[in-house]
């Protein structure tokens, strides 16, 4: 049982590239989340999906966009790539919101140059 | 939102030593749990605990919701225990309050 699985864990961008954070996981799920952590700092919640097809903005959506086409998968899309986008993103999921169990991923440590 | 404050911010031991961190929390939660992240990062869930006590091996946390305030105990640390320990909460009104909202955590160090 693999839990959340995200790839890549390490990428090195140039400002204003664009890429695709990957997050995938086999708990069947219906909520998931992109949090980042900025250094010394908790997490903060980017966007939630509460099922394929839904999605909404949480406390820092701005320069991210996600999509939900099926209960596994939750990528996270980085358009035009900001020095402030240097962060580490972590993906969960969890029964919902009141559930125990939230269940992260490793981590991407993403650096914007 | 909801406001998470732990304390205290850095916190070093000598192994064999206890410890108790606080999470204070500004509004009732419906959810409350305690984070350990390692020294790799990787997150892992202690506790769910809304309310009550619970306890894990060496590991245990009371959550008093009527006070706004949880604390997780650590008894006979190991250097294992080192890392960052979040409080994460779901409470609150209005905009937000479903999201679960972490502090800013409490860095442990264990020395042998």
């Known amino acids: 049982n693999a839990g959340v699985t995200q790839t890549p864990k390490f990428r090195i961008l140039k400002i204003g590239q664009s890429m695709t954070l990957q997050c995938t996981q086999d708990?069947?799920?219906?909520?998931m989340y992109w949090y980042r952590q900025d250094p010394g700092m908790g997490l903060k919640l980017i966007y939630y999906?509460?099922?394929?097809?839904?999605?909404d903005k949480g406390e820092v959506p701005n320069g991210y966009n996600v999509s939900r086409s099926t209960t596994e998968d939750f990528p996270l899309r980085l358009e035009l790539a900001a020095p402030s986008q240097t962060s580490v993103y972590f993906c969960a999921s969890s029964y919902s919101f009141m559930s125990d169990g939230y269940t992260f991923g490793s981590g991407t440590r993403l650096t914007v140059v | 939102g909801i406001q998470v404050e732990q304390s205290p911010p850095d916190l070093i031991l000598q192994e064999g030593a206890n410890s108790t961190l606080r999470c204070n929390f500004s509004d009732s939660v419906n959810n409350l749990q305690w984070f350990h992240q390692n020294p790799w990062g990787q997150l892992i869930n202690l506790f769910y605990?809304?309310?009550g006590t619970k306890q894990n091996g060496r590991l245990s946390a009371t959550t008093v919701a009527t006070e706004r305030y949880s604390l997780l105990y650590i008894s006979s640390s190991q250097t294992t225990d080192s890392g960052v320990y979040f409080c994460a909460v779901v409470g609150g009104s209005g905009a937000g309050s479903y999201q679960l909202t972490f502090g800013k955590g409490t860095k442990l160090s264990v020395i042998p």
């Open positions: 605990i809304p309310s």
């Open positions: 708990m069947n799920h219906n909520y």
């Open positions: 999906s509460v099922g394929a097809g839904i999605t």
